[in-house]
């Protein structure tokens, strides 16, 4: 499959080549299509040959990737071919790159099949989170059904304050004088102590 520029200024003479390939796999039971090589010419000239990884899709689907780069940061599905190929002085970038080599009905794309792996690092930190807030949930569910009840400390706890009530003509029937060496001092008789249930 190629891809020609035509008469647009320096890019004139380029072409952009996808070798790929299709095969039988027995155990999906379908054919599938590979992106197996990318080759840049100009003038009829190769200049640069990439390696492609991962670009690969069911016959009858088409094969969709947000960035399909030869940089470490767009995670290089293309890589050079050769250490020695000039492919090193290239930088390949394709964004928003879509592409279908066989089955093609309409001139429209078929459902695509999409590079992004279902395990993205958005989403295993989305699972990494939910495991956390899990056992947190867990654990305080956890201390609530071992929380023991406090009720016994508070047995009377509806009970008002109570104080012995002293009437003032007991009051002289409570005391007794004791003389001793001309001190007067006394020693209460009966001792009445006020109870506070809380």
């Known amino acids: 499959l190629s891809l020609k520029f035509g008469?647009?200024?320096?890019?004139?003479?380029?072409?952009?080549r996808f070798l790929l390939t299709s095969s039988y796999y027995q155990l999906s039971v379908e054919h599938w299509f590979s992106l197996h090589r990318l080759q840049l010419l100009y003038?009829?000239?190769?200049?640069?040959?990439?390696?492609?990884?991962?670009?690969?899709?069911p016959a009858s689907y088409s094969y969709h990737c947000e960035h399909v780069s030869s940089l470490q940061r767009y995670d290089a599905l293309l890589i050079p071919s050769s250490a020695n190929d000039l492919s090193k002085l290239w930088e390949v970038t394709f964004i928003d790159f879509q592409i279908q080599g066989f089955n093609i009905q309409a001139g429209h794309f078929?459902?695509?099949?999409?590079?992004?792996?279902?395990?993205?690092?958005?989403?295993?930190?989305?699972?990494?989170?939910?495991?956390?807030?899990l056992l947190?949930?867990?654990?305080?569910?956890?201390?609530?059904i071992h929380l023991k009840s406090l009720d016994r400390h508070y047995?009377?706890?509806a009970s008002p304050a109570y104080f012995a009530q002293m009437k003032d003509s007991d009051?002289?029937?409570?005391?007794?004088?004791?003389?001793?060496?001309?001190?007067?001092?006394?020693?209460?008789?009966?001792?009445?102590?006020?109870?506070?249930?809380?």
Do not use: W
């Open 7 to 16: 008469d647009i200024g320096n890019l004139k003479g380029l072409v952009i």
């Open 43 to 57: 003038n009829h000239s190769a200049q640069a040959t990439f390696n492609a990884t991962r670009i690969h899709a």
């Open 110 to 133: 078929a459902y695509a099949k999409d590079c992004a792996s279902f395990f993205s690092p958005a989403i295993l930190m989305g699972l990494v989170m939910s495991l956390i807030l």
């Open 136 to 144: 947190v949930l867990a654990y305080a569910l956890h201390m609530l």
């Open 155 to 157: 047995e009377c706890k």
């Open 171 to 198: 009051m002289g029937d409570e005391k007794e004088p004791l003389r001793n060496s001309g001190i007067e001092s006394y020693e209460l008789r009966n001792q009445q102590f006020g109870k506070i249930y809380i």
